[in-house]
């Protein structure tokens, strides 16, 4: 399977309901051109991350009418066999990648709840948070983060973020990072609200991604209007 062939899986499936409403995914569309180039660097003997059937897997587990949170990052993780589509999330052997390790720290200060043994992120997904890359894929390898920030996946997560901005009711965005953060112009913060900080990686965690309290200021938020809380 490539991406053109997972796009057109989930394209058909009942869990793209209502993202495959957006023009992105149109025949032709956005979508489908950065598969293509997605897949002609596969082509190319690149190897990409995460497999293609885990591309769009944060839209499938999230249907847009479920979003009450967004967690926006840059990118899958290049180390190999660490991305899974959702962002930040993990499934696999210790040592866990070292951004989650820090959301963790982060949200044991913030809530008091410990550290999970394990990475695996979908049980937010499930809650409705969409663990959202600006870009959906990237090449495996040292070095090779943002290697597809340019791929064309920007008018694909920008239609996703304005779509769940105008039709849902009560989300809090959580922007991390700078390419993250430069999404902020597509959310009516008259209705939603905006947590941004730095990313969580070793690089920029203790520039202001720690201390940031995102979790419990995202519940406090969603409490005051009438919505449930997230269980972090």
């Known amino acids: 399977m490539n991406c053109t062939e997972a796009l057109a899986r989930f394209l058909a499936s009942e869990q793209s309901t209502g993202w495959r409403d957006l023009p992105v995914f149109a025949a032709g569309g956005a979508a489908a051109r950065a598969c293509a180039a997605v897949d002609a660097e596969r082509a190319a003997g690149h190897v990409i991350a995460p497999a293609p059937e885990r591309v769009f897997a944060a839209l499938a587990l999230t249907p847009l009418d479920a979003v009450r949170a967004v967690v926006l990052g840059q990118d899958p993780y290049p ?24 959301i963790y720290k982060e949200r044991a200060e913030d809530t008091a709840k410990p550290a999970a043994a394990d990475g695996d992120l979908t049980r937010w997904a499930q809650q409705g948070v969409l663990l959202l890359n600006t870009a959906l894929t990237v090449r495996e390898g040292a070095s090779k983060a943002g290697s597809h920030l340019s791929l064309g996946w920007a008018a694909v997560t920008d239609a996703i973020i304005g779509a769940v901005s105008r039709r849902r009711p009560h989300v809090v965005f959580l922007l991390w990072g700078a390419p993250a953060q430069a999404k ?19 690089l920029s965690a203790r520039r202001g991604f720690f201390g940031s309290k995102p979790f419990s200021r995202a519940n406090a938020w969603l409490e005051g209007e009438g919505e449930k809380a997230i269980d972090w």
């Open 79 to 102: 180390t190999p066999g660490h991305a899974n589509g959702l962002a930040f999330s993990y499934v696999g052997p210790p040592p866990l990648p070292r951004s989650l390790v820090n």
């Open 184 to 202: 902020r112009g597509l959310i009516d913060e008259s209705r939603h609200l905006v947590i941004a900080s730095p990313h969580p990686s070793p």
